[in-house]
């Protein structure tokens, strides 16, 4: 596993590739999150395909980008990175903010995408004014004034480890238990070191609502001429999209499969990475 970085659109973008069979696997992370998320599942998918792993601006390791963190500049990111660095037509797999950007370019980049997989994408759920009704908003609000103060403070990823140690993955998920407890230093080490290095401004991108302009779901969702297969969690455990919509896609996409797991919250990868890489192993046999 190489690590790597580039320049995309006069940003430095790090990216992460493995090589492999075609077609490519592009694993693209939520929001507040790194490609560091990525590296279990590109692990366990070993020998696979090739698979690439990128920071969006703004976080991990790439530059930031002076606010400028809505859907469609990071849309215009990954379509650089899959002409300039990909170079053939790959499956894209995004996780929540991943998963709206995999569908924007699903649109835009038709000749770069050979098939689109969506893990628990937040079409509804993070748009104004829903999104202010919804836990993930004060979650948001919460971790804005805690990053603030951590900042200000001049305090040190340790010190910030300390803290998300002890978050709760979900009140209902493995009994209310740790992320230390659950996941371990490495990946709790890994979720401090991206928020630490995080832009505050993509926080304030997605609580004004404005990660939204410019992009609209349904209409990308229904110009996506390749295989589309979305993968939610149950919305009682975190999940962010009601199990009636994503039922209803199915009239709007043309190629249109998915499956709602029980018992999993939003982060399906890292809560059920068995289940999560099969299921991505199968789609990308099936796009090849």
Known sequence: MQMNSCEINDLEVRYVEVEG???????????????????????????????????????GLSAHAAGAYRVRDHAADLETFLVEVVREPAVVAGHSLGALVATAVGQTAPAYVRGVFLEDPPFYTAQLPAFADTPDYQIFLGLQALLREHHAAGRSVDALAELVGAWPIHPMLFAGRSLLDVAGPEVVRARAESLHRMDLEVLRCMLDGSQFDGFDPEEALGAIAAPVHLLAGTVGLGGTIEPRDVEQLAALVRRYTHRIMPEVGHFIHHTAPSDYVDEVRTFASMCG
Do not use: E, K
């Not at 507040?32 to 998320?37: E, F, K, M, R």
């Open 21 to 59: 069979p075609s077609p490519p696997i592009v694993f693209l992370h939520g929001a507040t999150d790194s490609l560091t998320s990525y590296l279990a599942s590109i692990r366990m998918l070993d020998g696979a395909a090739r698979m690439l792993a990128m920071d969006f601006r703004g976080h």
